[in-house]
C-alpha cells in the first residue's frame, strides 16, 4: 500500500507545513487542500500550501488515499462528520492533534469502520495560520503514531514511512501513555508559560512597561510559549484534562517544597535542584532536540 | 570624573562578558581580573578576558577607578570585605547581582564611607564560567543602577556613561522596586522552571528518555533556563526572598484559577487568557528585547 494522494485538512502551521514538507520531500504525492475560513484558502493558494486547492472539503478528500485534519482537537469531530460520506473505503484518516485519546473517541464516533490512525508529529512553533508553515518543521522531530487495537499493519506502515519521508522520526504509543507524556512535555509548561505571563502583565505595582523592558532575565522565553494559538490550545487543555490535571497538582507540590526552602532559608535544596536540571538540559541538546549554542543562539 | 582603570572581581560570564566588552567598544580603559579559582584566573588569562590578570585581589584592585564585584550576591559581603583594605579612596564600588536590597545591606556593612552604586545588567545566557563571556552580552539589554540616597552625582555618570559605553541602556530604579520587578521578569520564571524541570524528571510513569525525546513541545526552552548557574540562583532566591515570594503567590493563585477552569470546562477563560498572552509576545519583540523569528529563529 502506497501514499499518493494527500488530502489536508486545515492550513494552518501543521497542514502548511504538511504540504511544503511533501512538495520538497515527496514530490510525487498529489495535495489536495481545504480550510474553512475562505481567507485561510486564499493565503494557501497563494503560497502553494497544497498542489490543488478545493472550496469544499468533501472535493478534497475525494480521492485521497491519506486524509490528515489538521484542526484543533475541539474541531476534529465536527470536521470528520462533514467529511464521512465522501471518503473513499480505502483512506486511511489521521490528524495532528496534541492530544489522543479525545481524538481515538472523536473519530471513532464520526467514522466507524474507517481506518483511523491518529498522529501526533511533536513539532511547532508560537506562529499559527496559513503563513506560518514551512517545509522543515518535522526535520529530526519525533511523530507518535497511537493505532489502535487491530489496526490493518499495511495502513500503519503507509503511514509510518509518510511522516519518515517528511523528516520525522516515528514512534507508536499507547494514547494513555501519549497523554500524560505530552501533559508533561507540552501541555504544563505551556500551561505554566500562559500563566506567569497573565500574572505578569495584571500587577499593579509592576508596569507592563516594566515587564516587557526587563524581560531578558528569563520573562521573554516564556512569552515566545504563552504567544501560542490560543483554540488549539484552550483545545488540548480541555481535551487532555485528566493528564494535565494529574501533572500540575505534581508541578504545585514540588514548588510549594520550593517555595518552604526558600522560606526557611535552605539553600541546600536549592542548588541540589537547580544542579540536576542543569544535567537535563545537556541531555536535550545531545539527542538533537536543541540548539545547542547559548541563549538560543539569539543575535547579540 | 571618567573611568580609566576598571577592576573585575569574579571572571564567570558577566565579569568576562564586561571585560570582552571594555576591550572591543573602550580600549582606552586598562582591565585589571581576579578570580578567587585558580583554574577561572588561568582560563581567563588565556581568553584575555582582562588586560592584566591577577593572583589577588588586592593587587587587581590597587589603582582602580571602579570596581566591579561580578560574584554571587552571596559571596559579595565576603568580597568585598577582602577587598576594603586595597580600595583606593575615590573608587566606585559596583557589581552585577540580580537582587539590589541584599547587595546595598552586604556592601554598605562592608564598604562603610565608601562610593557604592549597586548595578544589575539584565543580561545573560544559561552559560557560565570564564569561557561563557562574549562582547556583546550588554548590547541593547538594560542596565539599572540602583544609587543609594546621597550618591555622589560624578560618580553615578561616570557609571552610566560606562554602561552606555558597552552597549547598555542605563536606568535608575529604587532598590525595592528593582527587586519585585526583577521577581516577576527573571527570578519567578527561573523558579518556575527549574521546578518543572525537576518535576519532570522525577516521574515514575514518563521516563527521563521520554521527557528528553518529546521536549520540543515546549520542555526544551524551560530546559534553557533552568540550566543556569546553580550558586548564583540559590543566593538570588535566599537574597530577594520577600519579592519572591509575593510573586510567587500571586503566581500560583493565578494557576489554580486556570486550574479549575479546565476542571469545570470552561473554555472561556482560557481563550481569553491564552488571547491576551500572545499580545505581551509582540510587545516583548517590538521593544527589541527578543528575535521575531518563530521558534528563535532554532535551525529546522
Redesign the interface.
Known sequence: MSIERVAIIGLGLLGGSIGLAIAERAPEIVTTGYDRDPDVRKAAAARGLTNILLDTASEAVATADLVILCVPV?AMEAAARELAPHLPAEAIISDVG?SKKSVIEALGAALPGRTVIPAHP??????SGPN?G?P??F?G??C?LTPPMGTDQAALEALSDFWTRLGARV?MMDPD?HD???A????????????????????E??T?S???????????????????D??M???V??SN?GA??E??G???E??TA??RA??S?D?ET??E??????A?????ID?G???SS???????
Do not use: C, N
Open positions: 475541539g496534541s511533536v513539532a511547532g512553533t508560537e506562529q506560518a514551512f522543515t518543521l526535520a522531530r519525533w507518535i514512534e501513555h500524560l507524556v505530552l508533561v512535555t507540552s501541555h504544563i509548561p505551556h500551561l505554566i508559560a500562559f500563566t506567569i505571563v497573565g500574572t505578569a502583565s495584571d500587577l505595582e509592576v507592563r516594566e515587564v516587557i523592558k526587563y524581560s531578558a532575565g528569563g520573562f521573554r522565553d516564556f512569552t515566545r510559549i504563552a504567544a501560542s490560543p483554540v490550545w484552550r483545545d487543555f480541555l484534562k494535565v490535571l501533572m500540575l505534581r508541578f504545585t514540588d514548588l520550593l517555595q526558600i522560606r532559608g539553600g536549592l542548588h535542584l537547580f544542579s540536576r536540571t542543569r537535563i538540559r545537556r541531555e536535550v539527542q532536540q536543541d540548539d547559548p541563549d538560543f543562539g539569539r543575535e547579540h
